[in-house]
């Protein structure tokens, strides 16, 4: 799936872009499904199970900022999640055994979709290892005015930055105090059926969609099966290797590997999507988004 320059620049990088991943019919798929889920919207007021709202969302305007576990609500969804080239890729980066962990459809409207503040996933759910990454499939062209993903080159070898405001965890490097150069920040950008795919120490976050076109990036967490999370703990472990995708391994014997671990710890005082967990962060780069 991967050529070894792919391969070499993911491990240099941290992130790389692959095209021509889903076909434009899988794409015109998960289009029509997702535009079934906002006019859904229009029946709710606030945050729900499923939607994540943007400020001044309203049925006659539907403004939807995130679709939550997207695999939970459309098979669609749960097709690509297992699509064959995805694992395929994953089976080359991280290890012969895939485990899945979640999803959710980050959507950001022309002219207002919301910003992401810098982070690593990483310090949300760290794990024995660090074979994790995370999938960005782009159901819609990708470029620098609708807000795309933005990755530090190389963040993933270097430390797990403090995510912390006040004494509780809030999902957000802080803009200033850091000392990180965003400068050097790469936008994966793509045509519609491309994916990213950035290992979860990397350093990335996402500006306003400043331009008329929509950018819909539908995630998928996956992690070598042999991670084990150090955060939270599986409850249901028939649930939990139900989640092994492809390969085989040993369920109780984990991989150790020497990575560094910021706990997730006192929780965020919002609890929620990232949205909601990084009101309290300071010294914003994207500049705060309004709340509900």
């Not at 390969?247 to 706990?263: I, K, M």
Request: contains cysteine; charged residues 20%.
């Amino acid at each position: 799936m991967l050529t070894q320059d792919q391969i070499d620049a993911y491990r240099r990088d941290g992130f790389i872009i692959v095209p021509d991943v889903l076909s434009p019919q899988e794409i015109a798929e998960l289009r029509a499904v997702t535009d079934g889920f906002v006019e859904q919207s229009r029946g709710v007021s606030a945050h729900t199970d499923v939607f994540d709202l943007e400020p001044g969302h309203t049925a006659s305007e539907p403004r939807v900022r995130r679709i939550k576990t997207p695999h939970v609500q459309a098979e669609i969804y749960v097709r690509v999640m297992r699509h064959p080239k995805i694992l395929a890729a994953l089976q080359q980066l991280l290890s012969p055994a895939i485990r899945f962990d979640t999803s959710k459809l980050n959507m950001k409207s022309p002219g207002y979709g919301a910003a992401v503040e810098w982070h690593q996933d990483w310090a949300f759910y760290p794990h024995t290892n660090d074979d994790l990454a995370a999938v960005g499939v782009m159901m819609d062209d990708c470029e620098m005015e609708n807000g795309p993903l933005l990755c530090v080159p190389g963040s993933h070898l270097g430390p797990i930055h403090d995510h912390h405001a006040d004494g509780y965890f809030c999902g957000a490097i802080d803009g200033k105090a850091s000392g990180i150069d965003f400068s050097a920040a790469v936008p994966c950008t793509g045509k519609a059926g491309s994916i990213s795919i950035h290992h979860a120490r990397t350093i990335h976050g996402s500006a306003v969609n400043t331009s008329t076109k929509p950018r819909r990036l539908l995630l998928f967490q996956y992690s070598a099966a042999d991670a084990w999370p150090l955060a939270t703990q599986p409850g249901d472990w028939a649930e939990w290797n139900s989640r092994l995708l492809c390969g085989s391994f040993d369920p109780v014997a984990p991989r150790l590997a020497d990575v560094p671990v910021r706990l997730p710890l006192p929780g965020p005082r919002h609890s929620g999507s990232i949205y909601e967990i990084q009101r309290e962060s300071k010294n914003s780069f994207f500049g705060k988004a309004a709340s509900m």
